[in-house]
DNA sequence: TATTGTTATACTCTATAACTATA
DNA sequence: TATAGTTATAGAGTATAACAATA
């Protein structure tokens, strides 16, 4: 039986909606940045890292949505500013581990970073109820990314 | 004074997450096209002028958090594909008004879009508690997107 | 002189392809 | 033969710089 009141949007118009929001934040993101800032692929390699502990290329990229290849780029990128290490595998000779440095814990503990500061500026314009919505809503997109 | 109960997160913690999660959503999202297919921007950009009616390079740059060069690299592939066409302004010899064709409404309708019926499915698994929470927080994105 | 739009060029992020080394 | 990682190259998306036309 249909409820008419309160009808939720349908599920093609919310995913359509998601889409153009996703869009434009991600791009207001991106345009907050200060010079040689991290952009949020490497952000988001070193949050897992710390999360989980040591990994190889080939778990990060998977976990992440990237190619290997491309992961071993944002790696690279990672080690070569200190933020992370390698260390072999302890069996598997081909494997290489990944880990943070205490540089790289450091680093995501900064509040300094151009994109934090604008995203929680703009935050903070919302009223308690809307932060709660968002906040809520944070998990979920998480679900979908790892999906 | 302090509440322990409940207490939200702070808004470091919150940005912090909410950043992470934008990142990996939007890659996994950009993973899920076909040959051809239109891009966020693209699809951004259509959405807008068909809300707001016909725009020029320019409005739709600033709307969108992008350099008007970049905006008219987005409108120009649009107009390739038939989806939005040039009216002078009225006025302003100088500005090109872009609008929708029928073409363009038409694809704005389009269900067939890999991003937008990957998007769907993926929601689809939500209950419906959980479908709600994330339509609450489209609007909240939006006007972060916007600000 | 300021603004709209165009053209040319370069940078960032990620993908594809080809290769080496280990299992 | 399959998998982990590397190197080289290419593509998509956006930015910066220089320019012409109109205001």
């Known amino acids: 039986m249909k409820v008419a009141l309160d009808r939720p949007p349908s599920l093609d118009k919310a995913s359509s909606e998601l889409l153009l929001a996703i869009g434009q934040l991600v791009r207001k993101l991106r345009s907050q ?3 040689n800032e991290m952009n949020l692929s490497q952000m988001s390699a070193l949050a ?3 999360q989980f502990g040591p990994m190889t290329t080939a778990d990060l990229s998977r976990a992440e949505a990237m190619k290997p290849q491309s992961m071993g780029t944002i790696l690279a990128s990672l080690e070569q500013d200190g933020f992370v290490h390698r260390q072999p595998h302890p069996t598997d000779g081909r ?3 990944f880990a943070l440095t ?3 814990k450091e680093e995501r503990r900064q509040r300094g970073i151009a994109k934090r500061v604008w995203l929680a500026a703009a935050m903070a314009k919302f009223t308690p109820a809307e932060r709660q919505t968002l906040n809520a809503a944070i998990p979920l997109m998480k679900r979908l990314g790892d999906g």
Chains 1, 2 share one sequence.
């Open 48 to 50: 897992r890292l710390e």
């Open 95 to 97: 494997q290489i581990l």
């Open 102 to 104: 205490d540089k790289g």
């Open 33 to 35: 940045s200060n010079p």
